[in-house]
């Protein structure tokens, strides 16, 4: 995944189920010292994807978020 053209890859994985709400998380961590988190949220209203990356100094810099068909 490329965010702000610094390179990042998958670090772990995990999955949560609470309250019907079923998420699966992504951990990316970049090159030199970034890292982020890919959420695919899945409940009886829908699903979405979301993300999030940080820098160095673990400020973020950029987040989004996009309904799923």
């Avoid at 961590?29 to 673990?58: I, P």
Wanted: net charge neutral; glycine share 14%; charged share 25%.
């Amino acid at each position: 995944m490329i965010i702000d053209g610094n390179a990042y890859y998958q670090s772990d994985i995990s999955s949560n189920t609470f309250a019907g709400q079923e998420t699966t998380s992504f951990t990316m961590k970049g090159v030199g010292g970034e890292h982020g988190k890919v959420n695919v949220v899945r409940s009886n209203e829908g699903k979405s994807l979301n993300f999030e990356a940080y820098n160095r100094d673990d400020k973020r810099f950029v987040m989004g978020g996009v309904k799923l068909q």
